[in-house]
């Protein structure tokens, strides 16, 4: 007797059908997982038949684990290489018929990856491994990877080291996500020189004909000050000096990272949580001679760049003058 199945379409048009017995509509159906039927609990009659079965095709028990791995799925498919990443894996033998006549297995793991495979799997590892040491996102490194694959199958950069690649893709997936690093962050977590980063960098945007947003000195001053150690009310009012310092064009052809410097080293001189020069350099990456010429531009109009709400503990007319 063939299984009566009665289908009702869900309210929603995209939601799968229900199925559901013809005589009682409203009972919830048992499943025979052993004879792959569902049966109505109020008739007894078979609504469906052959029903897969989506769970565990093993049960692994603990003094099982050692011996033998039952599971017959291999590694998560990664779609970023172009096999898939899928493997197949042969289990030891046990047999006569498993070994050759010199005692050899017949039956061997050749896990064949291609050159190209191989070269973006170990650039996938790198990346991940800098931005572990930046305490970069998923998101940020799952960008990057991608930024480099596009790059290596383009074959643009050819004669540039992997690596370099890798690190300028970072520093790209960085500015794009919004939380940008400096070239020397990126530098101080790879083995390859701020000098080739930036070439990488200006090619691959070239190559793939994308843009990234220009930096402003707001993008690093939250993350600058809170390695600093300072309270909220100099970070605002450094961030204030900065925004006011560009807006009166007193820093021209300035990096914002040595203007968000300088204006750290203002707020903090002024407040009373000093920071000398070093301390914000070595958090920065700049010079004390970069930032004591970007002070010097805006130090003559201090008292036009702080917010009217500052409390000063150090008069505007007693900041260091350099």
């Known amino acids: 007797m063939c299984p009566a199945l009665n289908i009702h379409p869900s309210g929603d048009a995209l939601a799968l059908p229900r199925v559901t017995c013809p005589n009682h509509p409203d009972a919830i159906l048992v499943e025979d997982y052993r004879a792959g039927d569902m049966i109505c609990p109020e008739c007894g009659l078979v609504v469906g038949d052959r029903v897969i079965d989506v769970g565990s095709e093993w049960r692994t028990f603990s003094n099982e684990k050692a011996l033998k791995d039952p599971s017959r799925v291999g590694d998560a498919q990664n779609p970023l290489l172009n096999g898939g990443d899928l493997t197949t894996m042969i289990s030891k033998g046990t047999g006569a018929a498993s070994f050759d006549e010199f005692g050899n297995s017949k039956y061997q793991n050749r896990r064949t990856m291609s050159s190209s495979d191989r070269a973006m799997l170990n650039a996938f590892k790198e990346i991940s491994t800098m931005a572990d040491r ?35 893709c970072l520093y790209i997936a960085c500015r794009q996500e919004g939380v940008p690093r400096t070239f020397k962050e990126i530098c101080a977590v790879s083995r390859i020189s701020k000098k080739e980063i930036g070439r990488c960098f200006k090619l691959i945007l070239k190559a793939l004909e994308t843009s990234v947003d220009l930096i402003t000195t707001g993008d690093f001053m939250s993350r600058f000050c809170s390695n600093l150690g300072l309270p909220k009310q100099v970070q605002m009012a450094a961030t204030f000096i900065a925004r006011k310092a560009v807006e009166l064009d007193l820093v021209p052809g300035r990096s914002p990272i040595s203007v968000a410097a300088a204006a750290i080293y203002m707020a903090s001189q002024a407040s009373a949580e000093k920071k000398t020069q070093k301390e914000i350099g070595d958090i920065a990456g700049v010079a004390d001679v970069t930032i004591r010429q970007s002070y010097r531009l805006i130090y003559p109009r201090a008292a036009e760049l702080f917010p009217p709400d500052f409390k000063f503990d150090t008069p505007v007319d007693k900041l260091p003058q350099l």
Do not use: C, H, M, W
């Not at 694959?149 to 370099?164: C, H, M």
């Open 134 to 168: 930046i305490n970069l996102p998923r998101n940020i490194i799952d960008r990057t990877n991608n930024l480099f694959k596009q790059v290596y199958e383009q074959k643009s950069l050819k004669g540039r080291a992997n690596d370099a690649i890798a690190s300028a």
